[in-house]
Nanobody
Framework: QVQLVESGGGLVQAGGSLRLSCAAS????????MGWFRQAPGKEREFVAA???????TYADSVRGRFTISRDNAKNTVYLQMNNQKPEDTAVYYC????????????????WGQGTQVTVSS
């Protein structure tokens, strides 16, 4: 079955950096667009970034210029490099997969990881 396993979360000070990883198995990774979403306490899950199989990407306005999504199709892994982090970036971060084309809605993704906590202290 499809599994997405996130790692790399933790506690960081404002202005710091973290890199999240998501290892995928059980699917033909190169045929899937991958997305990162996040959910803060009491809020709905929201789009962060997504990347096509060939490396095209899109970002939420709140993270553009600070976060970078990338993927290694040989390792079946997608990454989220988060720089210049802010307290409002605190959330559980989830990776997700859908066939081929980037989308930004939660409902448009077929597979989800279990999430990894990111906490940014001020």
């Amino acid at each position: 079955q499809v599994q997405l396993v996130e790692s790399g979360g933790g506690l960081v000070q404002a202005g710091g950096s973290l890199r999240l990883s998501c290892a995928a198995s059980g699917l033909t990774f190169s045929r899937y667009a991958m997305g990162w979403f996040r959910q803060a306490p009491g809020k709905e899950r929201e789009f962060v970034a997504a990347i096509t199989w060939s490396g095209g990407s899109t970002y939420a306005d709140s993270v553009r210029g600070r976060f970078t999504i990338s993927r290694d199709n040989a390792k079946n892994t997608v990454y989220l490099q988060m720089n210049n982090q802010k307290p409002e970036d605190t959330a559980v971060y989830y990776c997700a997969a859908r066939p081929m084309v980037i989308r930004t809605l939660v409902s448009e993704y077929d597979y989800w990881g279990q999430g990894t906590q990111v906490t940014v202290s001020s």
